[in-house]
Each structure stands twice: as C-alpha cells, then as structure tokens.
C-alpha cells in the first residue's frame, strides 16, 4: 500500500443540504423512496430499535439510480447527444444504463472482466454497451481516459463528481424523515460517495448523530485511510463483496468522510455471508454480499448501536444460483 501525499482537505468541495435537496425534487417518479423496515429480531438481540433501509428494493436493485439520474439529468444537450461513460463494479453501470435509455442519453460502461455475468446481463438488458478492460481497479479509470479521447464521449469519473454525492446524499433526507430520533446509521462504503452524501445531511442536521462506515476486510482501503488520516492505496481487493472493491477512496468523498464520519469498521467474509443468509431468513429481504456489511456489523459485534439504528442494505443484486449458496451454506452449519 501507499500514501496520497496530497492533502484530501484541499481537493474539498462544498455541497449544500439545498443541493441535495433539489436533487431530490428533480427525481422522476420512477426513483423510489424506499422502505425502512424495523428488525424486531435484531432490535431484540441488540436491546436498541434497529431498522433496515431497503434501497434493495430501489429501481435497478440499488441505491445507484439515485447519482445515475442526479449525473445524467444535469449534463448539457450538447453532452447528452455524444454519449456518456462510466466505469462501474456493476450496479453503477446498471443504474447509468438504465437512466441513460430513460433520458435518451447513450451510455457506455467501463467494466472489468471479472464483473458479475449477472450485473453485466444488467447492464445490457437497459441499453448500456459493455466496454471489458482487464481485472485491475486501475484499468477502469486508464479505459475511461481512452474512450474520451478515442470516441469523444464525456466521461465521468464518479470518484469525485460531487454529483454523485448529491445524489446518493437524498437517502440521508429521507432517513430524517422517515426517523428523525436516528441514533446510529451504518453504511457500506467502497469509494465512499454514499456515505459521504449521507453523513452530510445527517451531520448538518444533527451533529449528534453518529454514522459509521462499514468495510469487508478483504478491501478495506477506506478503513486503513480513515486510521491513517489520508489516502491509503491497498494493492487488490479480495473479497465477497463484489460492489465494494475500490482499492482507495475518492479524494473528494474521502475529504467528506473526513469532515462528517464518526467511525470505520471492517467485517470478514464470513460475516458477511452469515448476513445475507439471515436476511432472506428472518426479513424475507435479498441482500447482495455488499448490501448486508451494515447488519454483518451489528450482528457479529464489530459495530455497537447507539439509540435507533438503521442499517442501509445497499443492493440486492444477484444472481439466484449465487444467492441460493448463501441459503445453503447457512443452512449446512445451522
């Protein structure tokens, strides 16, 4: 690993509540307000309310659609007419494709080729063209740049689009709305555009409130920065949890992690793997490895609640077979 040895404070860009707020009013009735359903199982075993934010249940199986429409719906006619790219581990890439065709803008998506066959049949299915680039977080961002100059396509680079967390920041309006005594709120992070929009709008409404940031030990390249106090570049990710396998943060959502989060943790694989099986088991819900760190957290006691606590499952993005090997397994050792 290595250190940025540029300050992440610099790069700050200020992001106002109004900003998120009339991100949220532009949003077109197909973004939903999802669900926030209390665990009376967890609530029981952990002796504060705990309660699950189901942006699995979101448009496209994930949260994503929230800064996907944000990004698209603010480009210039003349950028909407090129053509738009991203790079994505899989469910950005759904979302973007999926607004893209909603708005009329073509999109195309940086993957690699170790990506979900499950989320790239996504992605395809709404209209986004799949552009492969070797199985390194790096080449992402190197095919990007060549697209832009090769083809003319405006490329985004979603690391450190402060629209990105303007958009991903309404799920914070919303969790204020939905409980405005909120204690605890636990979100997963990979490059940390989400909870960098969420801990924005929760901290400047209430500083008390307390948001932690959870990671898979296997790519915990914002958990190491986060003890660090600046940028730590981890070599490879290896993990589970195929939507959290950014080997750094963003310098801009870093900065705001910075500034608004109160902790980081990390859960194992095993973990992780525990949680989505309890999640289909008791909540009847289909968590994604990514989506279920938060209640991995809390149930394997890496992450302790404080008041009522809310647990953002990211995604529900997998592929049926995949998902039924997490239900077996668990069965096998129960």
């Known amino acids: 690993m290595w250190y940025n040895s540029a300050s992440s404070r610099e790069a700050m860009v200020e992001i106002a509540l109004a900003d998120i707020e009339r991100a949220r009013a532009a949003f077109p009735p197909i973004i939903r307000q999802t669900p926030l359903l209390k665990s009376e199982s967890l609530s029981a075993a952990l002796g504060h309310p705990i309660w699950l934010k189901c942006e699995n249940l979101q448009i496209t199986g994930s949260y994503k659609a929230r800064a996907a429409f944000t990004l698209l719906y603010r480009l210039g ?11 994505s581990s899989g469910n950005f890439a759904t979302a973007f494709a999926y607004m893209g065709r909603w708005l009329g803008v073509p999109t195309a998506l940086v993957m690699m080729r170790r990506t979900s066959p499950f989320k790239a049949e996504q992605v395809a299915r709404f209209g986004g063209e799949i552009v492969w680039c070797e199985d390194r977080f790096e080449a992402r961002f190197e095919t990007l740049r060549r697209l832009e100059v090769e083809r003319g396509l405006l490329t985004i680079n979603h690391m450190e ?32 555009g989400l909870i960098a929009g969420i801990a924005l709008v929760l901290k400047e409404r209430d500083p008390r409130t307390s948001v932690i940031g959870v990671q898979p030990e296997g790519a915990q390249a914002t ?9 730590v570049t981890i070599p490879e990710t ?6 959290l396998t950014a080997t750094r943060p963003g310098t801009l959502m870093f900065s705001l992690i910075q500034r608004y989060v109160d902790d980081v943790v990390v859960v ?26 938060g209640v991995a957290a809390l149930r ?25 090997q997490f239900l077996t397994t668990s069965s096998a050792r129960a």
């Open 77 to 87: 006619e003349e950028a909407k007419r090129r053509g738009v790219a991203l790079t």
């Open 161 to 192: 689009d402060p629209n990105v967390v303007i958009g991903h920041g309404t799920i914070g309006l919303e969790l204020l709305e939905q409980l405005p005594e909120v204690g605890t709120v636990l979100v997963p992070i990979s490059t940390g």
């Open 223 to 231: 958990y190491l920065s986060f003890k660090a106090g600046t940028i």
């Open 238 to 243: 290896r993990t589970i949890c195929d939507a």
């Open 268 to 293: 194992s694989d095993e973990d992780v793997a525990e949680a989505v099986a309890w999640l289909a088991r008791e909540e009847k819900l289909v968590v994604e490895p990514s989506g279920a760190v």
């Open 300 to 324: 394997s006691g890496r992450a302790t609640p404080r008041g009522p606590t809310i647990a953002l499952l990211s995604g529900g993005n997998i592929a049926p077979a995949h998902f039924a």
